[in-house]
């Protein structure tokens, strides 16, 4: 219950670093005991021009990039923050693949926030179309709303996308909770839930709060015996 867990977004100058594009701002929320309690955020230099559409929908400029602290100073500084903690992000898919770039390019390959995507990373896009269906749509924007979450002041700016994706998470370990009685919503058990086939779905929500709620048996090993009495004849 009082695991922290980081929540990650990047706002880039592309769709993928395997094209090319660096991230141009880090926002992290680290969330513990239903809470946000610590917030990172940085602009980074990586040496790249912020294209004119992107500078439209963030509001990022080139020269608010050039005048940014570098790329590797800012990935050392966030790596430092998330320390051990697992991560969350709103489609992780995109934001694990620009955070296992910068990272390496900062050196921070051997640290323990540079672990597989596969196992550092749960992700509330899949998280919410597993425990909300009924949503018309789970972009960020729109799950909030749907869920009546508070909005973002900047949508499209990494701290405050960071923000709302936390509330997000903590709505959905809350619902966790109340709604389907799994007491403690562990970043590992959500990273089980994402990859669960739905519609397996309510099995694997039912026997997971069964196991969480229910007494354990004794093991049949550390359990005595009563002793057989001995035959007459």
């Known amino acids: 219950m009082s695991e922290r867990i980081a929540i990650l977004d990047f706002e880039t ?8 594009a660096r991230a141009a701002e880090v926002g992290i929320v680290m969330v513990e005991n239903g809470r946000i ?3 990172y955020q940085n602009l980074m230099n990586a040496g790249q021009r912020m ?34 903690a697992p991560l969350v992000a709103h489609n992780a898919s ?36 597993r425990l909300y269906p009924e949503a018309p749509s789970h972009s960020l ?19 405050a996308d960071a923000e709302m994706t936390a509330h997000l998470l903590l709505r959905m370990q809350a619902d966790l909770r109340s709604r ?3 007491p403690d919503p562990s970043h590992a058990l959500l990273s ?26 004794p093991e049949l090993a550390n359990t005595v015996m009563p002793t057989a009495a001995p035959a007459t004849r």
């Open 13 to 20: 100058t592309g769709m993928s670093p395997a094209h090319g």
């Open 37 to 39: 309690v610590d917030r």
């Open 51 to 84: 294209p004119g559409f992107i500078t439209q929908l963030t509001g990022i400029t080139t020269a608010m990039l050039q005048a940014a602290a570098p790329a590797e100073q800012v990935m050392r500084e966030a790596a430092a923050f998330v320390g051990t």
């Open 94 to 129: 995109f934001d694990s693949k620009f955070w296992l770039d910068e990272l390496e390019r900062a050196g921070c390959a051997a640290s323990p926030a540079a672990a597989p995507a596969g196992k550092l990373f749960a992700c509330t896009v899949l998280l919410s179309r």
């Open 141 to 159: 924007g729109k799950i909030v709303r749907h869920l009546q979450l508070p909005p973002a002041d900047k949508a499209h700016r990494a701290l």
């Open 180 to 182: 389907w009685h799994i």
């Open 192 to 217: 089980e839930l994402q990859v669960c086939q739905r519609k397996h779905l309510g099995r694997w929500l039912s026997s997971t709060s069964a196991r969480q709620t229910q007494p354990q048996l």
